[in-house]
């Protein structure tokens, strides 16, 4: 079925709305922190927890007066206050409040992120042991190599998106960090507690040491991540639009009842989810770009990182999430053709088993550069006729490779017919796959 996901999970975790409240909650997680140190009235803290609001609409009033958002912000908040406000704030930078919000809404998207993994690692496993043992042909530079299955395609997905898993997992640790260190990093107007005790609040670490701002190599290791991840989901993209081509035409993605594929060419089924998928992968990638060059920053700080991270931190989490949503949804629903699978495989005549027959030659006593020459040139009988239009087998059904193969005198000096036949068997190929998939399922 064609996917229908909904984007506004993690687009709400985007929204001013959200990060205004993220400021608030770091705020109130300030307040709650000077008051266990004693610094200022508990019933005041109280206060400010449970009545502190902002108006949206309010704060973009003061904004244009101010051009400062925060101010216009804590002014907003204080508005909905009374004395206690004088409280709100208090011994912070800007900083403080919004890289710590940051991490919040970082870590709740990336939380989103790797349960989306985890769901496309599922429908991978699924539709591997679906086709573990279905043969198709392995490519290199586009050209048939050796049999393989289908299933073991999709293993090295599965294992390539365990990678990405633990990375993100991992770069969960680096960016769950807040700080409430002052102007300049020094705690100047508050004591390393605060910012302790605040942290523990959120869920958050302490980041062991800051100038202004959060370094920004921690939001650069979440954009590299993501576009790498992204890389590897249009590494399957790709590799669908290629099995769908007509000449290949081994998978597709699923082509609902009623929809259509060229406003021309009624025929058309194009690969239209892995084609987009394709393009929203260099978009995420692009952002990686930003975010390492807003590691440096001018001395304690400056703002020029501020105006990127507003648009590919949001961007980068929504375009990631329903990327993995849209391939979840081709894998999980893709359209496989075993049959066409294997009439390709055997699309060559049988130059697939061309090795095979290479490596029996020298325990047979044959030199490698003879070995290779005997097949080699065998293999090129085969390729001429194949473009001259031959079909690929006799009429016992038998493929061009191996008649030519049977004919060789000098082959078969070295070689039995039996033997040169058993070289041609698939099962050679598949008796290994139960076991490369304990390797990457267990």
């Known amino acids: 079925m064609i996917d229908r996901y909904s984007r506004e999970e993690m687009s709400s975790k985007w929204t001013y709305q959200a990060k205004y ?12 922190a000077w008051a266990r140190l004693g610094k200022i009235p508990q019933e005041d803290a109280d206060k400010i927890v449970k009545n502190a609001n902002f108006d949206i609409k309010r704060i973009d009033e003061i904004e244009a007066v101010t051009r400062h958002d925060l101010i216009a912000f804590t002014t907003s908040v204080s508005e909905t206050l009374g004395d206690e406000s004088r ?12 890289d710590t919000a940051v991490a919040l809404q970082m870590k709740d998207s990336l939380e989103l992120i790797i349960k989306d993994v985890k769901m496309l690692m599922e429908s991978i496993k699924k539709r591997a042991e679906e086709h573990k043992m279905t043969l198709m042909v392995g490519r290199s530079h586009g050209i048939h190599g050796e049999p393989i299955t289908f299933g ?32 300049m990093g020094n705690f100047a107007h508050a004591p390393l507690e ?165 490596l029996e030659l020298p325990i047979k006593g044959v030199s490698r550069e003879d070995a290779y020459r005997i ?18 087998t006799n009429e016992n059904g038998e493929s061009l490779y191996l008649n030519h193969l049977l004919a060789d005198e000098e082959l078969r000096n070295s070689l039995s017919e039996e033997q040169i036949r058993e070289c041609f068997n698939y099962d050679y190929y598949t008796k290994n796959v139960d076991a490369i998939f304990n390797r990457v399922f267990t």
């Open 87 to 98: 409280w709100f704030h208090y011994g912070m930078t800007s900083s403080d409040t919004i």
């Open 194 to 358: 605060l910012e302790e005790y605040t942290c523990e609040e959120l869920g958050l670490k302490s980041a062991p040491a800051s100038n202004q701002v959060i370094q920004r190599d921690r939001y650069a290791r979440l954009a590299t991540t993501l576009a790498l991840m992204a890389s590897t989901i249009e590494k399957f993209a790709v590799q669908v639009r290629h099995w769908q081509r007509t000449e290949v035409y081994e998978c597709e993605e699923y082509f609902a009842k009623g929809q259509k594929g060229s406003s021309a060419m009624p025929h058309k089924r194009n690969p239209i989810l892995t084609e987009n998928i394709t393009g929203l992968a260099r978009m995420v990638r692009a952002y990686a770009i930003p975010a390492m060059e807003n590691v440096a920053l001018w001395h304690e700080r400056d703002i020029s990182h501020s105006s990127t991270e507003r648009f590919w931190l949001p961007d980068a989490f929504i375009t990631t999430d329903f990327m993995l949503h849209r391939m979840n949804s081709v894998i999980a629903n893709l359209t496989v053709y075993p049959e066409n699978m294997m009439r390709n495989l055997n699309l060559t005549g049988g130059l697939v088993f061309s090795q095979r027959v290479l």
């Open 21 to 32: 409240q993220a400021w608030l909650d770091v705020e109130k997680a300030v307040v709650k």
């Open 375 to 392: 097949v080699q040139r065998n293999a090129m009988k085969v390729w001429e006729e194949i473009q001259q239009g031959k079909a690929t």
């Open 152 to 183: 073991l395609v999709l293993a090295v997905w599965y294992d390539e998106m365990a990678r990405h898993l633990e990375n993100l997992e991992q770069t969960m640790v680096v960016i769950s960090v807040g700080q409430v260190s002052g102007a």
